[in-house]
Structure formats: C-alpha cells, structure tokens
C-alpha cells in the first residue's frame, strides 16, 4: 500500500512540474509576441505576467510606449502684443504649463468640448464691453467653464467671483438669486472688473496676472518690488503660473490638432434653442413653473443656475428665464413611468 501511495506521489509531482514548464514556456512566447508587437508603429503594448500557482501575478512587466516633448515657440502673443520667450525663467514656465495640460488628457478634452459651448458667447460679450477676446480663456484656467465651480473661498462660477466683488459690479447675490452662476451676467461683471483694472494698469498682461490676486494685491507687489510688469515680478507659486496657464490654454484650445487632441465636431457640446421668460412676479413653486413651461425642474435648473432655491421672490428686480427648445430636453408632466 505504502508503495503505491509512493508511485501516486511521485506522479503528481511530475505532473505539476510538467504543467508549470508548459505554462512557463506559453509565457515565454507570448512575451516575445508582445515584444514584436511593440515595435510595430507607437502602440503600447502590455505583456502578461506569470502567475503563481494561486493565479497572482509575480511579475509585472511595464508597458512599451513613447513620450515626446512639446516645442515651445521663441514668442508668443496676447491681445494682440508680443511676448518674447528668450528668458529661461519665462521660456521655462510656459514649458511646464503646456506640458501639464496637454498631457492632462481628460481635463483638456473636457475644456475643448465645454468651449464650443461657451466661448462664442463670452466672446461676443467681450467683444461688446471692448476688452480683448483673448480674455474668454480666463474662465476656462478659473472654473473649466463649469457654471457650478465653487473655490475653498466661495469663489464662485465661470469667473470665480467672491461675493463683495460680484456685488460691487452689480450682480445679485443673495439666497434665492446668486447671478455669480450665470455664465452671461457673470461675463458682463468680469468686465467691468477687466476694464477698470485696464485703466490702473495700462497694460492687459498685468490684468490678466491681477485677476489671480486682486488689483491691490498686485499694486502692492509692483511698488513693494519698485517694477512695472508681471514677467519681472517675484510672486508666490499660483500667481507666477497664472499668465502662462492661460497662454496655454489659448495655444491647445485654438489648435487643439497641433497638440494630440482630435475631437470630432459632433462629440463636442452644443447649446440649444432657449424661449426667454420674462418674470416680474413672485414664482412661489420652481417645479410647477418649469413643468407649465414644457421642462423638468433639472433642465430648467441645467441652464439657469442662478436660481437657488425652488422659489423666487420678486421684489423691484425682474428676471429672465431660459428655457431649453431642445427636443430631447422637453418634459411632458403628463408622462408616466411604464414597464
């Protein structure tokens, strides 16, 4: 008994010698498939890892693939001026900004496809309060056009307004009504801000540089260094990427080919027909309003964000509501849920 107890022993550890050589030899050749493949174009390839006798992997092999550098131009341009890049401190910050978001692939893809949504009508606003239109990449770098975006410090919407700020150029910020979440009387705030950092500063670099830090922030900064301009300014790690993570921006999203990002037309975002409701009397029900007007509650909130709480209270102010025409978005309450 004892003998053949030994012979079955015996045998099964020749069987599993024999299927852990198989095994091994399988992932020998694929291995050298992988290898193969990996040299045909720039795919990446991943080869498998050999696994333990409990199926983990023991190994694990690092993927074939290639990264490349982006050239960084000898100058670039803003509104319209010049900016030359021969010095290794300017030259070497706009390198880190163009590297960081052209390789941050879904961030920059998100921001492509929000700007066909946006950026013609912040453009258009712009260009009506005479500033220069390069500014519709500054709410792309503060909030990536998310009409929600909300900052640590209550900075809020396209622009990231503060509430007193938002105030002081005449948006409405209270309970039921926060105009900082409407991207069109937001925009039309940010000018007025713009312009009147224009005529403090007489140069549309430094207001771009101050809508990171305020305009007596960056006043104090140019007297306290005895300077005239952002590119010769010492500042805190934020403020000196500002200017250059808006250059990038303005470079991807204008060419957004030259830089990997092949997006087709018809998977970017879109902005559709609205009917605008002018409102002068107290809305008590928001839900009841949206459903009388032929949409849910969530789209009416989509495209007014502005509305805080599912009432509005009109006082002397009078409002203006959008409603969606896009069929996908039109709501029949009448509507019920079917097997």
Not at 29 to 41: C, P, R
Not at 112 to 119: D, T, V
Not at 174 to 190: H, L, Q
Not at 211 to 224: D, K, S, T, V
Request: with cysteine.
């Amino acid at each position: 008994m004892k003998k053949i107890q030994t012979q079955v022993a015996i045998q099964s550890v020749l069987i599993v010698g024999l299927l852990i050589y198989i095994g091994w030899q399988e992932f020998v050749d694929n291995g050298q498939d992988d290898v193969k493949l990996a040299n045909v174009g720039n795919a990446p390839s991943v080869t498998t890892a050999p696994k333990n006798l409990n199926g983990t992997p023991e190994v694990i092999v690092a993927p074939s693939y290639k990264a490349f550098t982006i050239p960084i131009p000898q100058k670039v341009e803003f509104v319209g001026e010049t900016i030359s890049l021969e010095e290794p401190d300017l030259r070497e910050r706009l390198d880190r900004e163009m590297h960081v978001n052209a390789n941050w692939h879904s961030n920059t893809i998100l921001m492509i496809k929000r700007a066909q949504r946006w950026l013609p009508t912040i453009e258009k606003i712009l260009k009506e309060n005479d500033v220069p239109t390069d500014f519709k990449y500054l709410p792309v770098i503060e909030s990536g056009l998310v009409e929600y975006a909300r900052s640590p410090k209550d900075a809020i919407g396209f622009w990231q307004l503060l509430k007193g700020t938002a105030k002081d150029f005449g948006l409405e910020v209270n309970r039921e009504v926060d105009e900082r979440y409407d991207p069109v009387k937001s925009t039309e705030a940010a000018c007025k801000y713009l312009k009147k950092a224009h005529a403090k500063f007489g140069n549309w670099v430094n207001v771009a540089a101050s809508y990171n830090i305020g305009m007596r922030g960056f006043e104090r900064r140019l007297e306290e260094q005895k300077i005239d301009s952002y590119f010769d300014m010492f500042l805190n790690d934020e403020t000196a990427r500002y200017f250059f993570r808006l250059v990038s921006m303005k470079m991807i999203l204008e060419n957004p080919e030259a830089y990997g990002f092949y997006i087709d037309e018809q998977e970017r975002y879109y902005q559709p027909e609205f009917k605008t409701v002018t409102v002068t009397e107290t809305i008590d029900d928001l839900v009841d309003f949206a459903h009388t007007h032929g949409v849910s509650y969530k789209i009416l909130k989509r495209y007014n964000p502005w509305l805080r709480k599912p009432k509005l209270t009109v006082k002397k102010n009078t409002y203006q509501i959008l409603i969606s025409q896009d069929p996908a978005e039109r709501h029949d309450s009448t509507n019920q849920i079917s097997d």
